[in-house]
Protein backbone atom coordinates (compact mmCIF):
# COMPACT_ATOMS: atom_id res chain seq x y z
CA UNK A 1 0.00 0.00 0.00
CA UNK A 2 1.04 3.65 -0.89
CA UNK A 3 1.29 6.43 2.00
CA UNK A 4 -1.75 8.55 3.35
CA UNK A 5 -2.19 11.74 1.63
CA UNK A 6 -4.85 14.04 2.84
CA UNK A 7 -7.27 15.27 0.13
CA UNK A 8 -10.69 18.00 0.09
CA UNK A 9 -13.85 15.54 -0.34
CA UNK A 10 -15.84 17.31 -3.48
CA UNK A 11 -18.03 15.74 -6.06
CA UNK A 12 -16.60 14.61 -9.11
CA UNK A 13 -18.11 13.74 -12.18
CA UNK A 14 -18.32 10.23 -13.29
CA UNK A 15 -16.26 9.95 -16.33
CA UNK A 16 -18.12 7.12 -17.75
CA UNK A 17 -19.77 6.97 -20.93
CA UNK A 18 -22.77 4.72 -20.90
CA UNK A 19 -23.82 2.44 -24.00
CA UNK A 20 -26.98 2.74 -22.78
CA UNK A 21 -29.27 4.57 -20.60
CA UNK A 22 -30.97 1.68 -19.07
CA UNK A 23 -31.47 1.03 -14.98
CA UNK A 24 -32.88 -2.31 -15.91
CA UNK A 25 -31.74 -5.03 -18.01
CA UNK A 26 -32.12 -5.03 -21.83
CA UNK A 27 -33.07 -7.52 -24.53
CA UNK A 28 -29.42 -9.45 -25.23
CA UNK A 29 -27.56 -12.05 -23.74
CA UNK A 30 -26.75 -12.26 -20.07
CA UNK A 31 -22.80 -11.64 -19.56
CA UNK A 32 -20.19 -11.98 -16.82
CA UNK A 33 -17.16 -9.59 -16.78
CA UNK A 34 -15.23 -7.23 -15.37
CA UNK A 35 -13.86 -4.04 -17.24
CA UNK A 36 -11.34 -0.76 -16.18
CA UNK A 37 -9.78 1.58 -18.39
CA UNK A 38 -6.48 2.88 -16.12
CA UNK A 39 -5.27 6.10 -17.15
CA UNK A 40 -1.59 6.46 -17.43
CA UNK A 41 0.07 7.83 -13.72
CA UNK A 42 -2.80 5.47 -12.11
CA UNK A 43 -1.60 3.51 -9.35
CA UNK A 44 -3.88 0.17 -9.39
CA UNK A 45 -4.33 -0.17 -12.85
CA UNK A 46 -0.74 0.89 -14.07
CA UNK A 47 -2.63 2.42 -17.63
CA UNK A 48 -3.73 -0.89 -18.57
CA UNK A 49 -7.11 -1.51 -20.55
CA UNK A 50 -8.17 -5.00 -18.40
CA UNK A 51 -11.30 -7.53 -19.37
CA UNK A 52 -12.10 -10.29 -17.79
CA UNK A 53 -14.41 -13.20 -18.04
CA UNK A 54 -15.39 -15.79 -16.72
CA UNK A 55 -12.54 -17.54 -19.32
CA UNK A 56 -9.94 -16.04 -17.77
CA UNK A 57 -10.87 -15.93 -13.87
CA UNK A 58 -14.08 -17.29 -11.51
CA UNK A 59 -16.47 -14.77 -10.51
CA UNK A 60 -17.06 -15.20 -6.50
CA UNK A 61 -19.55 -12.72 -5.49
CA UNK A 62 -19.21 -12.56 -1.46
CA UNK A 63 -21.29 -11.44 1.35
CA UNK A 64 -24.24 -10.95 -0.90
CA UNK A 65 -27.89 -11.49 -0.11
CA UNK A 66 -31.43 -9.56 -0.20
CA UNK A 67 -31.03 -6.33 1.69
CA UNK A 68 -27.10 -6.17 2.19
CA UNK A 69 -25.78 -3.24 1.77
CA UNK A 70 -22.22 -4.50 0.65
CA UNK A 71 -21.66 -6.55 -2.98
CA UNK A 72 -18.36 -7.73 -3.35
CA UNK A 73 -16.34 -9.88 -6.16
CA UNK A 74 -12.95 -11.98 -6.12
CA UNK A 75 -12.06 -12.94 -9.35
CA UNK A 76 -9.02 -14.52 -10.23
CA UNK A 77 -7.65 -17.61 -11.86
CA UNK A 78 -6.41 -19.63 -8.72
CA UNK A 79 -8.33 -22.83 -9.77
CA UNK A 80 -6.89 -22.14 -13.79
CA UNK A 81 -3.58 -21.14 -13.60
CA UNK A 82 -0.58 -23.11 -14.20
CA UNK A 83 1.69 -23.92 -11.63
CA UNK A 84 3.91 -20.93 -10.89
CA UNK A 85 0.98 -18.68 -12.52
CA UNK A 86 0.94 -16.22 -13.94
CA UNK A 87 -1.60 -15.06 -11.47
CA UNK A 88 -4.88 -12.58 -11.93
CA UNK A 89 -6.33 -11.69 -8.79
CA UNK A 90 -9.04 -8.40 -8.10
CA UNK A 91 -11.38 -7.17 -5.67
CA UNK A 92 -14.45 -4.66 -6.38
CA UNK A 93 -16.15 -3.84 -3.24
CA UNK A 94 -19.12 -1.51 -3.43
CA UNK A 95 -21.33 -0.25 -0.66
CA UNK A 96 -24.34 1.82 0.88
CA UNK A 97 -23.83 4.69 2.61
CA UNK A 98 -25.55 3.94 6.38
CA UNK A 99 -25.91 0.40 6.47
CA UNK A 100 -28.55 0.40 3.49
CA UNK A 101 -29.49 -1.81 1.61
CA UNK A 102 -27.12 -1.20 -1.85
CA UNK A 103 -30.23 -0.45 -4.77
CA UNK A 104 -30.03 0.41 -8.46
CA UNK A 105 -29.13 4.23 -7.95
CA UNK A 106 -25.84 6.42 -7.94
CA UNK A 107 -23.61 6.76 -5.13
CA UNK A 108 -21.11 9.97 -5.50
CA UNK A 109 -18.34 11.17 -3.12
CA UNK A 110 -17.38 7.28 -2.30
CA UNK A 111 -14.39 6.46 -0.47
CA UNK A 112 -12.31 3.52 0.57
CA UNK A 113 -14.31 0.56 1.67
CA UNK A 114 -14.09 -0.85 4.59
CA UNK A 115 -13.15 3.44 6.22
CA UNK A 116 -15.57 5.11 4.74
CA UNK A 117 -17.49 7.28 6.74
CA UNK A 118 -21.51 5.92 7.90
CA UNK A 119 -22.84 8.63 5.55
CA UNK A 120 -20.70 8.02 2.98
CA UNK A 121 -20.88 5.19 0.14
CA UNK A 122 -17.81 2.56 0.19
CA UNK A 123 -15.94 1.27 -2.68
CA UNK A 124 -12.09 -0.06 -3.53
CA UNK A 125 -11.02 -1.61 -6.60
CA UNK A 126 -7.53 -3.29 -6.38
CA UNK A 127 -5.98 -6.06 -7.65
CA UNK A 128 -2.38 -7.50 -8.67
CA UNK A 129 -1.09 -6.52 -5.55
CA UNK A 130 -1.54 -2.69 -5.96
CA UNK A 131 -4.22 -0.91 -3.70
CA UNK A 132 -5.17 2.57 -2.70
CA UNK A 133 -4.91 3.94 0.99
CA UNK A 134 -7.12 6.51 0.23
CA UNK A 135 -9.61 5.91 -2.39
CA UNK A 136 -11.67 8.65 -4.08
CA UNK A 137 -14.94 8.32 -6.62
CA UNK A 138 -18.58 7.01 -7.29
CA UNK A 139 -20.49 3.93 -9.04
CA UNK A 140 -23.67 3.48 -10.18
CA UNK A 141 -25.56 0.40 -9.43
CA UNK A 142 -27.33 -0.66 -12.67
CA UNK A 143 -29.41 -4.06 -11.92
CA UNK A 144 -29.04 -5.83 -8.50
CA UNK A 145 -31.33 -9.16 -7.76
CA UNK A 146 -31.31 -12.34 -5.39
CA UNK A 147 -32.18 -15.87 -5.95
CA UNK A 148 -35.95 -16.08 -4.10
CA UNK A 149 -35.23 -19.59 -3.29
CA UNK A 150 -31.14 -19.28 -2.14
CA UNK A 151 -30.79 -16.18 -1.24
CA UNK A 152 -27.89 -15.31 -3.36
CA UNK A 153 -27.40 -12.57 -5.81
CA UNK A 154 -28.38 -13.74 -9.05
CA UNK A 155 -27.97 -10.41 -11.32
CA UNK A 156 -25.78 -7.50 -10.99
CA UNK A 157 -24.56 -4.83 -12.73
CA UNK A 158 -22.18 -1.99 -11.86
CA UNK A 159 -19.97 1.12 -13.43
CA UNK A 160 -17.87 2.96 -11.20
CA UNK A 161 -14.83 5.49 -11.01
CA UNK A 162 -12.04 5.74 -8.69
CA UNK A 163 -8.93 7.72 -8.05
CA UNK A 164 -6.12 6.63 -5.78
CA UNK A 165 -4.63 8.81 -3.07
CA UNK A 166 -6.50 11.85 -4.04
CA UNK A 167 -9.31 13.52 -6.29
CA UNK A 168 -7.43 14.88 -8.71
CA UNK A 169 -4.85 11.67 -9.48
CA UNK A 170 -5.56 9.87 -12.98
CA UNK A 171 -8.96 7.50 -12.49
CA UNK A 172 -9.38 4.28 -13.33
CA UNK A 173 -12.87 3.86 -15.22
CA UNK A 174 -14.35 0.29 -15.42
CA UNK A 175 -17.70 -2.00 -14.98
CA UNK A 176 -18.82 -5.21 -13.38
CA UNK A 177 -21.24 -7.22 -15.21
CA UNK A 178 -22.64 -10.36 -13.52
CA UNK A 179 -25.38 -12.65 -15.18
CA UNK A 180 -26.53 -9.04 -16.40
CA UNK A 181 -28.09 -8.48 -19.67
CA UNK A 182 -26.98 -4.61 -19.30
CA UNK A 183 -24.40 -4.33 -22.00
CA UNK A 184 -20.72 -2.93 -20.67
CA UNK A 185 -20.48 1.01 -21.41
CA UNK A 186 -17.47 2.66 -23.86
CA UNK A 187 -15.13 3.15 -21.27
CA UNK A 188 -13.58 6.92 -21.83
CA UNK A 189 -11.42 8.51 -18.65
CA UNK A 190 -10.83 11.94 -19.61
CA UNK A 191 -7.51 13.87 -17.67
CA UNK A 192 -6.87 17.06 -17.45
CA UNK A 193 -3.16 17.57 -17.45
CA UNK A 194 -2.32 21.07 -15.79
CA UNK A 195 2.02 20.90 -15.95
CA UNK A 196 2.06 24.24 -13.37
CA UNK A 197 2.47 23.06 -9.37
CA UNK A 198 0.71 23.98 -6.87
CA UNK A 199 1.54 25.98 -4.39
CA UNK A 200 1.55 25.91 -0.09
CA UNK A 201 -1.71 27.18 -0.49
CA UNK A 202 -2.61 24.28 -2.93
CA UNK A 203 -3.59 26.76 -5.57
CA UNK A 204 -1.27 28.06 -8.35
CA UNK A 205 0.89 31.23 -7.89
CA UNK A 206 -0.34 34.47 -8.97
CA UNK A 207 1.55 36.42 -11.14
CA UNK A 208 0.27 39.75 -11.00
CA UNK A 209 -2.36 41.83 -9.22
CA UNK A 210 -4.65 39.62 -12.31
CA UNK A 211 -3.99 36.19 -10.80
CA UNK A 212 -2.71 33.53 -12.67
CA UNK A 213 -2.92 31.70 -16.21
CA UNK A 214 -3.22 28.21 -15.71
CA UNK A 215 -3.00 26.33 -19.02
CA UNK A 216 -3.94 22.84 -19.27
CA UNK A 217 -4.19 19.60 -21.95
CA UNK A 218 -6.61 16.98 -22.25
CA UNK A 219 -6.07 13.43 -22.93
CA UNK A 220 -7.68 10.33 -21.96
CA UNK A 221 -7.90 6.31 -21.58
CA UNK A 222 -10.22 4.31 -23.99
CA UNK A 223 -12.60 5.58 -26.36
CA UNK A 224 -11.39 6.84 -29.59
CA UNK A 225 -11.90 9.68 -32.11
CA UNK A 226 -12.09 11.47 -29.24
CA UNK A 227 -13.17 15.17 -29.35
CA UNK A 228 -12.46 17.47 -26.58
CA UNK A 229 -14.97 20.04 -25.30
CA UNK A 230 -13.72 22.28 -22.01
CA UNK A 231 -16.18 24.99 -20.02
CA UNK A 232 -15.77 26.93 -16.50
CA UNK A 233 -17.69 27.19 -13.76
CA UNK A 234 -17.42 31.23 -14.24
CA UNK A 235 -18.78 30.72 -17.71
CA UNK A 236 -15.86 30.14 -20.63
CA UNK A 237 -15.93 27.54 -23.23
CA UNK A 238 -14.05 26.47 -25.33
CA UNK A 239 -12.47 23.44 -27.52
CA UNK A 240 -9.71 21.54 -28.51
CA UNK A 241 -6.81 19.52 -27.29
CA UNK A 242 -5.42 22.66 -24.94
CA UNK A 243 -7.24 25.20 -22.92
CA UNK A 244 -6.18 28.44 -20.96
CA UNK A 245 -8.27 30.22 -17.89
CA UNK A 246 -7.15 33.29 -16.48
CA UNK A 247 -7.90 32.46 -12.11
CA UNK A 248 -8.13 35.46 -10.32
CA UNK A 249 -5.90 36.08 -7.21
CA UNK A 250 -8.27 34.83 -4.43
CA UNK A 251 -10.89 33.35 -6.92
CA UNK A 252 -11.83 29.37 -7.01
CA UNK A 253 -12.87 28.24 -10.20
CA UNK A 254 -14.30 24.74 -11.74
CA UNK A 255 -12.85 23.47 -14.92
CA UNK A 256 -14.74 20.78 -16.78
CA UNK A 257 -13.21 18.72 -19.68
CA UNK A 258 -15.87 16.63 -22.09
CA UNK A 259 -13.93 14.11 -23.98
CA UNK A 260 -16.62 12.32 -26.55
CA UNK A 261 -16.38 9.96 -29.07
CA UNK A 262 -17.37 11.66 -32.81
CA UNK A 263 -18.28 8.10 -34.14
CA UNK A 264 -20.59 6.66 -31.05
CA UNK A 265 -21.71 9.90 -29.74
CA UNK A 266 -20.90 8.15 -26.14
CA UNK A 267 -19.00 11.49 -23.81
CA UNK A 268 -17.45 11.44 -20.15
CA UNK A 269 -16.88 14.06 -18.53
CA UNK A 270 -14.06 15.00 -15.49
CA UNK A 271 -13.37 18.03 -13.24
CA UNK A 272 -10.88 19.98 -11.97
CA UNK A 273 -10.44 22.67 -8.91
CA UNK A 274 -8.51 25.80 -10.21
CA UNK A 275 -7.40 28.78 -7.62
CA UNK A 276 -4.70 31.10 -7.54
CA UNK A 277 -3.14 32.18 -4.74
CA UNK A 278 0.11 34.45 -3.42
CA UNK A 279 2.69 32.97 -1.45
CA UNK A 280 5.74 35.61 -3.14
CA UNK A 281 7.14 37.38 -0.22
CA UNK A 282 8.14 41.81 -1.02
CA UNK A 283 11.57 42.06 -3.04
CA UNK A 284 13.59 44.07 -0.99
CA UNK A 285 16.85 45.85 -2.35
CA UNK A 286 18.74 48.02 0.67
CA UNK A 287 20.26 50.95 -1.76
CA UNK A 288 22.64 52.47 1.28
CA UNK A 289 24.16 52.05 3.45
CA UNK A 290 26.55 49.60 1.49
CA UNK A 291 26.94 46.43 3.33
CA UNK A 292 30.64 46.18 4.17
CA UNK A 293 31.29 49.94 4.64
CA UNK A 294 32.86 52.17 6.58
CA UNK A 295 31.09 55.57 7.13
CA UNK A 296 32.50 58.23 8.87
CA UNK A 297 29.17 60.35 8.57
CA UNK A 298 26.11 58.87 9.70
CA UNK A 299 24.57 57.32 6.45
CA UNK A 300 21.16 57.75 4.95
CA UNK A 301 18.79 54.24 5.06
CA UNK A 302 17.60 54.31 1.30
CA UNK A 303 15.09 51.25 0.59
CA UNK A 304 13.27 50.00 -2.34
CA UNK A 305 10.60 47.55 -1.60
CA UNK A 306 8.37 45.65 -4.16
CA UNK A 307 5.95 42.99 -5.30
CA UNK A 308 5.26 41.96 -8.23
CA UNK A 309 1.96 40.42 -7.17
CA UNK A 310 -0.30 42.61 -5.03
CA UNK A 311 1.43 45.50 -5.43
CA UNK A 312 0.14 46.69 -1.86
CA UNK A 313 3.21 46.93 1.15
CA UNK A 314 1.42 46.67 3.87
CA UNK A 315 3.97 47.11 6.88
CA UNK A 316 8.09 47.85 6.71
CA UNK A 317 9.91 47.56 9.95
CA UNK A 318 13.77 48.45 10.65
CA UNK A 319 16.00 46.77 13.21
CA UNK A 320 19.01 49.05 14.03
CA UNK A 321 19.85 47.41 17.42
CA UNK A 322 16.19 47.91 18.02
CA UNK A 323 12.75 47.68 15.96
CA UNK A 324 11.19 50.96 14.45
CA UNK A 325 8.12 51.17 11.62
CA UNK A 326 8.52 53.62 8.89
CA UNK A 327 6.00 54.16 6.13
CA UNK A 328 7.12 54.11 2.56
CA UNK A 329 6.72 57.34 -0.02
CA UNK A 330 4.94 57.03 -3.16
CA UNK A 331 7.87 55.66 -5.00
CA UNK A 332 7.80 52.80 -2.80
CA UNK A 333 11.36 53.83 -0.85
CA UNK A 334 12.10 54.78 2.55
CA UNK A 335 14.53 57.53 3.11
CA UNK A 336 15.65 57.85 7.07
CA UNK A 337 19.19 58.90 8.87
CA UNK A 338 20.61 56.34 10.94
CA UNK A 339 21.31 56.96 14.38
CA UNK A 340 25.12 55.35 15.94
CA UNK A 341 24.56 52.95 18.64
CA UNK A 342 26.71 50.30 20.80
CA UNK A 343 29.99 51.26 19.74
CA UNK A 344 32.78 48.79 19.74
CA UNK A 345 36.26 50.48 19.80
CA UNK A 346 36.71 53.28 17.02
CA UNK A 347 33.78 52.19 14.98
CA UNK A 348 30.15 50.83 15.79
CA UNK A 349 29.44 47.12 13.92
CA UNK A 350 26.11 47.79 12.98
CA UNK A 351 23.49 45.36 11.60
CA UNK A 352 20.42 46.74 9.76
CA UNK A 353 17.61 44.11 8.72
CA UNK A 354 14.58 45.71 6.82
CA UNK A 355 11.59 43.44 6.37
CA UNK A 356 8.44 44.28 4.42
CA UNK A 357 4.94 42.37 4.69
CA UNK A 358 2.73 42.84 1.72
CA UNK A 359 -1.13 42.68 1.71
CA UNK A 360 -1.09 38.73 1.30
CA UNK A 361 0.59 38.42 3.99
CA UNK A 362 4.32 37.09 3.29
CA UNK A 363 7.25 38.21 4.40
CA UNK A 364 10.46 39.25 2.73
CA UNK A 365 14.11 40.32 4.60
CA UNK A 366 17.38 41.82 3.62
CA UNK A 367 19.97 42.61 5.91
CA UNK A 368 23.17 44.82 5.28
CA UNK A 369 26.40 44.93 7.49
CA UNK A 370 28.43 48.57 8.13
CA UNK A 371 30.76 50.04 10.37
CA UNK A 372 30.13 53.40 11.66
CA UNK A 373 32.43 55.82 13.32
CA UNK A 374 31.84 55.92 17.10
CA UNK A 375 32.20 59.40 17.08
CA UNK A 376 28.73 59.67 15.21
CA UNK A 377 26.44 60.02 17.90
Same mark, same amino acid.
Given at each position: MRAIIASILLTI??????????????????????EF?????DYVGQGQTVVLTPAQVTFNPQGASAGTSVVSFFMNNFSMAPPGGPYIDWTVDLAAPNGAPLTVGSYPNATRYPFQAANVPGLSIYGDGRGCNQDFGQFQVLEIAFDPSS???????????? #???????????? %????? +???? /? =????APIINIAAMRNATGCYEATSPAGTLVEASASAAGGANLEYT????????????TFAVQVDLGQTATLFL?? #???????????? %????? +???? /? =???KIISPVSGEAYHELPHLNVKVSDVVDKRIKQVSVAIGENAEYSLDHFEQLRTVLTARHAIGDMIETEITVTATDASGNTGQASVNVLIEKRLR
Open positions: ALPIAYASAASTPTSGAAQTLFVSASGNTLSRFAADFVQ #TCESLSAPPLVG %AIRYN +SSIP /P =PELIWSTSTGLTASGATA #TDSVTGKAATTT %AQLCS +SDTT /P =PTI
